[in-house]
């Protein structure tokens, strides 16, 4: 169960996931982390702050992407499971060799 602190004080990821943030989303709002802290004229606590959300969210983009990949990752094994048994198969017409 999280802590006060917790609940008072969700980092964006937990955030991003609570609101069903997208991987584009989440990806738009990074460059943007970037854009800002590349462009300057922040102060030491706004880049910290920027920086750190940054984090927040690159780590929010690799876990949807690591998750689409292990999807993709699934169907390509079950898709060749199932092909491999229509290899195996035997014929159903019954008429043997094909001519």
Known sequence: MPSRSEKKNPTASQEAAAQGETFEQAFTRLEESVR???AGQLTLDEAT???????????????LLSRAELRITRLQSEFAEQMSMVDEAPAEDGEGDPK
């Open 49 to 63: 702050k920027i920086y750190e959300e940054g984090m927040r969210l690159a780590k929010r983009c690799n876990e």
């Open 36 to 38: 800002r802290l590349e």
